[in-house]
């Protein structure tokens, strides 16, 4: 499993803060940022954007993943993910996630504290579903 220096996390932590800050959740109240690291060093972040039609809201999470695949990057080197309380991502976040690599290092940065926690996405989605389970072609 990849492993990220303490610089790389402090990084990735920050940034996910910073895209926090640009959350748009007036129905939720409850913001949330994400960054990708990825393979050549960049970093992309997303926000959560929420829609008054409540099932068409963004999480952060996708946000992020999809403006990286948007850019040409499928492979990543970490995420990092800060909220309230450093909550881990929701489920379809973590199925949508591991469409590009269960081993990815997550951190989950608590905004009430700085606290960061460092898992990978294995530990949070076990027995997952990827292409691995899909039917080969005929």
Known sequence: MAKLSDRRIEQLA????????????PYSRFEVGAAILLEDGQ???GCNVE????????????SAAAAAVAAGHRKWRGVA???????PPCGAC?????????????????????????????????????????PEEA
Do not use: M, T, W
């Not at 920050?14 to 959740?25: H, I, N, S």
């Not at 829609?51 to 996708?62: D, I, K, Q, V």
């Open 14 to 25: 920050l940034a996910a803060v910073d895209a926090c800050g640009r959350a748009y959740a």
């Open 94 to 134: 973590r199925q949508f996630l591991a469409e590009f690599g269960l081993d990815v290092p997550i951190i989950l940065v608590n905004l009430i504290d700085g606290a960061r926690k460092v898992c990978h996405l294995s530990d949070l989605l076990p027995s997952s579903f990827g292409p691995d389970d899909l």
């Open 43 to 45: 970093v992309i972040a």
């Open 81 to 87: 993910i800060a909220s309230v309380g450093g909550v």
């Open 51 to 62: 829609n008054a039609s409540y099932g068409l809201s963004l999480c952060a999470e996708r």
